[in-house]
C-alpha cells in the first residue's frame, strides 16, 4: 500500500488513479499508523510552498515523515511535494523545507521566457538510476511551475529539463526522490516512470 | 525543450460534445469522455472541455463528466464555462481538473481570479478572452458566449488579467472563430509580446498551416475544435507537420 499524503494542498485522486494504472493501491490520508504502514509515501501538492509547510506543521506531518525517511522507506514528492524536500524557498519570502535534499527552491529569472514554465518538456537523463529505465531524451513529461530546484549537488539530479536553466525534473537522494512534472499527468512516459517506481519499492 | 501545445477543444451541452459556427448552429458531435479518451491517445498535450450553455442557464457544472474525464484520461485537462466563484474553482479542481478557465466572472469581477490563484495557485487559473475587432484597429472584450460587448480593451484587460495572477491567457477571436481562415496572428502577436505568461490561441484554425503560423509569431499554445472533431486535421500528422517547420512539438 502507497501512502498518499492529505494534507489539503489540491486534488489527490489523479496521483491514486494513476498508481491504479500500474498495479499499485494506494491509499489517501494522514493518518500517522497508515504512513508508518505504508511500503512508500507520495507527497503531492499544487500551490504555495509556504502553505504547504503549514499545513504539514498542523497536521503534525513532519516527525512522521522524518521517521519514515529515517527507516529506509521511499518518499516520492511530486510537484510542490518535490520543492518541499529541500532546505528552503524563495517563494514569497524565505521558507524552511524538510531539508531531505541539500539546496533550495528559486524563481526562474530569465528574460526571454514566459513563466509558469508549462507544458510538454524533455527529460535529459544526468545520471543513472533505475527510476529512469526505458527513459530516453526524447521523453516528454508535463511540467507546470514558478520556482524550480537548486540541488547543492546536481549529482542528486536524474533528469533533468532545459528551460532557459537545467530544470531538475527527476532528483534522488537515497530512499528520497522528487519529480517536478506531474507523472500522473504525463500520459505514457508517466505510467513507465510510476511503473520504475514500483519496482524500487519492491 | 518546451514543445508547443496542440489543444483540442470540446464544447459540451448537455452532456455532448458540439461545434457551432461563430458560436451558432450548434451540431451535434460525440461522447465527451469517449472523445477525450481518443484524442489523449492521438497526441493532444491538453484538452479543454467548456460547458457552453453554462454561463447564461445559470447551470451547474457538469461535475461528473469532469469525474469521468479524470479517471480516463492522463493528460491535463481544463474546465470552463459557468465559473462564477471559488467555490466553483474547487469544485472543478476536487473532480480532478488540473485548470480551470474563467471569462465572463472575471470581466465582472477581476477580483476572482486573484482569490483563485491565492487559493489554488496561478498555475490552474486560465483567463479566456472573447475578443472582437472594432473600429478603432483594436479588440473589444466580448462575454455571454460572445453576444454582449463589455466595451473593454481586449490587450489592457489581458494584461490586468496577467497582473491579478493568472497563470495563462487562452485568446478566443471571434472574427476568425468557425470560420477556418486562420488564427488572428495580429492579435496573438502583440499578446504574446507583451505578456509574460503563456498564450494559448483559439478561433480559426482550418489548415495545418494556420497552426505554424500562429505558433511561430509567438503563441505558445493553439487550440482549436472542428477540424479535430471532423478528422479533417488528424492530430499526429499536425505534429509531424509543425516538426518539419521545426517548431518544437511532442510527438506520440
Redesign the interface.
Known sequence: MIAIVDYDVGNLKNVYTALGDVGLEGTITRDKKVLDQADAIILPGVGAFSDAMDNLTKFDLVETLDRNVKKGKILLGICLGMQLLFDQSYEDGEFSGLSYIPGEIVKFNAPNIKIPHMGWNNLIINRESSLVKNIGNDDYVYFVHSYYAKPNDFNDVIAYAEYSVRVPGIVQKDNVIGMQFHPEKSSQVGLQLLKNFKEMIR | ?????IIPCLDVDHGRVVKGKKFLDIQDVADPVELGRYY?EQGA?ELVFYDITASYEDRDIFIHIVEKV??AI???FTIGGGISKVEDFRKV????A?KVSVNSAAVKNPQLIKEAAL??????VVLSIDAKRNNSGSWDVYVKGGRENTGIDAIEWAKQGQALGA??ICINSIDTDGVKKGYDLELNQKLSRL????IIASGGAGKMDDFAEVLKIGA??ALAASVFHYKEIPIADLKNYLYDQQIPV?R?
Open positions: 525543450m518546451l514543445t508547443k501545445r489523449s498535450d479524470a479517471e492522463r493528460i491535463p479542481l476536487m473532480a480532478g488540473d487559493r489554488f495557485g496561478a498555475q490552474c497563470g495563462e505578456l509574460t505568461i503563456p505558445d499554445a511532442r506520440v
